[in-house]
């Protein structure tokens, strides 16, 4: 393969076959513009999101019923960028500072009630196994061996979730059942997770009583909840999007090339520009899989740059819809032995 790199400040990306491209092959050839964190760039992300969420509640608190709908998504958009501000800070892509990333980490998590020491470890193991099959930890397919050995119960839930299109709510299972739990963590992890989970709950402790006290049930439900599922809706979908299609494999783990992984498995979906911006381009995801230090702000010109030399390695970009999400979980049901997906119609089809 013969590319062409983009400007003289990286380097030329060489003729290699795919066993001996390497990742930093990958991110040698990316313009070095792109690692620049940049303290003015980031702080405006960060205040732009604060005031994001600000107007949020200020429209749930004056808006009539009827247009509710629209501000607990809007709230719960704005809030989504309080986590892409989280995830910076995770790689630590925010600041040069660790103490600062942490810090401002712990922040903006903290009204998400996400630890964010115990999402930054379990997120890092991600972005190193990335569809490595029954080891990447944010998103793995049910297998048709898994589903079968499933029993009657098991095979409803699993049939419920996927065939009724209950993807928006995988975030809410994965934050219940890992970040809560240091037990599963390492042992030298273990006091950052302890720290991080109770941040979270002192947050929790304090504001939720005084949220109903003031405003009632409905306004704890009204003004935290809503939103709150509202943002849950778009991690699920990022995560989601960004993995799945019905030519992604997962791998297994002794045939994984990790460049194949971040630069074919991973997807870049076009959303409307007020999500993107909202969400600071969390959806220019491929870059951000090539290399985690990549700041949010600089991704598009990391993306231009893996089209232009990597082009026959990046997918095709889609574009978010109604119709993207039928196609996806249309097909993407089960998971089989020969690296591909099938619907439960197919598979039942087959038996």
């Not at 060489?14 to 491209?21: P, Y």
């Not at 005084?210 to 809706?233: D, E, Q, R």
């Not at 498995?265 to 959806?283: A, M």
Request: with cysteine; glycine share 4%; aromatic share 16%.
């Amino acid at each position: 393969m013969t590319t062409s790199a983009i400007n003289t400040h990286h380097s030329q990306p060489k003729q290699l076959t795919d066993s001996e491209l390497k990742l930093t092959d990958i991110i040698k050839s990316l313009p070095s513009e792109c690692f620049i964190q940049d303290a003015r760039k980031a702080w405006f992300s960060a205040i732009s999101s604060v005031l994001a969420v600000i107007v949020g509640y200020f429209f749930l608190a004056i808006a009539p019923w009827y247009l509710l709908p629209l501000a607990w998504i809007y709230t719960g958009t704005a809030a989504t960028g309080f986590f892409v501000i989280g995830h910076d800070c995770a790689h630590r892509s925010f600041a040069k500072r660790i103490w600062v990333n942490d810090l401002v980490g712990h922040l903006f998590m903290m009204p998400l009630i996400y630890p964010f020491h115990g999402w930054r470890i379990k997120h890092n193991y991600h972005h190193t196994h990335t569809n490595k099959l029954k080891v990447d930890n944010a998103w793995q397919p049910v297998s048709t061996e898994v589903y079968e050995n499933s029993g009657v119960a098991l095979k409803w839930l699993f049939k419920r979730f996927l065939y009724n299109r209950l993807w928006w709510i995988g975030s809410i299972v994965h934050w219940a059942m890992h970040h809560f739990n240091w037990s599963a963590y390492r042992k030298q992890d273990q006091p950052a997770i302890k720290l991080s989970v109770g941040v979270v709950v002192i947050f929790a402790a304090v504001c939720f009583p005084a949220l109903i006290a003031t405003t009632g049930i409905w306004g704890f439900i009204k003004f935290w909840l809503l939103p709150w599922m509202v943002y849950h809706f778009w991690m699920s979908t990022f995560t989601y999007i960004h993995h799945t299609a019905p030519d992604i494999p997962f791998i297994a783990a002794d045939k994984w090339n990790p460049v194949i992984a971040q630069l074919s498995g991973t997807v870049h979906c076009n959303y409307p520009r007020w999500v993107e911006f909202l969400c600071h381009d969390i959806n220019v995801h491929v870059p951000h899989h090539v290399s985690t230090a990549i700041p949010s702000y600089n991704l598009r010109l990391a993306h231009r740059s893996l089209q232009e030399n990597w082009g026959s390695y990046v997918r095709d970009e889609c574009t978010f819809s109604l119709s993207l999400l039928k196609y996806i979980t249309d097909r993407c049901h089960l998971y089989t032995s020969e690296n591909e997906y099938i619907s439960f119609k197919d598979y039942y089809a087959r038996r």
